[in-house]
């Protein structure tokens, strides 16, 4: 949210932004974060759906701008004292659409009366476009975090009397969603998130499994992303396409993830980093 206000400011010229998401089982956004503004008048101010104009932006799904807001009659008026407070008097606002849902809402706002023409609010959506790509982000590393715990608990419990193929079959499931983490973390832009993430990729690594050698190997976390993606049979091109880096790149951390693992084909580095328990 903090750095779509910023884009926003910095691409449209507007003096102040502010924004915040849908609170979950409440019809209304609450205001999180605040940019330029000179009061605490917005702060946390919850916007009913249909309500003002970040409400009408919410209910229709679609951006909206006056150029004077305390005079327009296409919007009602139950903010207007917060609004007030902060002096602003052009305000746009834009709706944070995830999966055809409103997840929040980006304003961008002047202190003084003047149109704010499409480039304006086409730099805008532009900002909540980057907010969406990051809360998709945030729930797939959410989905993921909650499979990857299960199958890890269920890796962890006794198996006797599991029919091998079984095992053999949520083992191959925990790996793949070891692999899908990894990719994932790279593009979490929360540092905490992105750390829990990461935490859990040792813990399902470090899952039991086959015996484990001794040998301690020290593989960087780009080297480990691209294990992770061969452990499943990934090639290359697809690696690279998964991870966001360049095709010579991959190659690049393969090699030297083989070279330290004293592995001479890519079967070999997957069973050499199994066996020191790099993956699981």
Do not use: W
Not at 74 to 90: F, K, N, P, Q, W
Not at 252 to 269: D, N, V
């Amino acid at each position: 949210m903090r750095g779509a206000l910023m884009r926003l400011r910095r691409e449209t010229g507007l003096v102040v932004a502010f924004g915040g998401l849908v609170e979950p089982g409440r019809d209304q956004v609450r205001i999180s974060e605040l940019n330029g503004t000179r009061t605490t008048s917005l702060s946390a101010l919850a916007v009913s759906s249909g309500n003002g104009l970040g409400g009408k932006v919410a209910a229709l799904a679609r951006p909206y701008a006056v150029s004077d807001y305390f005079a327009s009659r296409r919007i009602s008026h139950e903010y207007d004292t917060a609004v007030a407070a902060e002096g602003l008097r052009s305000v746009l606002a834009v709706p944070v659409v995830v999966r055809r849902r409103v997840r929040g809402v980006l304003y961008g706002a002047l202190r003084s009366v003047q149109p704010l023409g499409d480039r304006t609010l086409s730099a805008a959506v532009e900002a909540a476009r980057d907010l969406e790509q990051s809360l998709v982000v945030r729930d797939e590393a959410y989905g993921l975090l909650a499979a990857a715990r299960s199958l890890g608990a269920a890796e962890g419990h006794e198996r006797s009397g599991t029919p091998e193929g079984a095992q053999g079959s949520a083992r191959e499931r925990l790996r793949e969603a070891y692999g899908a983490l990894r990719a994932l973390a790279p593009r979490v832009a929360d540092p905490v998130l992105r750390a829990e993430l990461l935490s859990v990729c040792e813990t399902l690594a470090a899952s039991p499994g086959p015996p484990r050698s001794a040998r301690r190997v020290r593989l960087t976390p780009r080297e480990l992303d691209v294990l992770a993606c061969v452990a499943v049979g990934t090639t290359n091109a697809a690696a690279a396409d998964r991870l966001g880096l360049g095709a010579e790149t991959v190659k690049a951390y393969l090699r030297s993830a083989m070279r330290k693992l004293g592995a001479r084909t890519r079967l070999e580095a997957v069973v050499a980093a199994r066996r020191a328990g790099l993956l699981p």
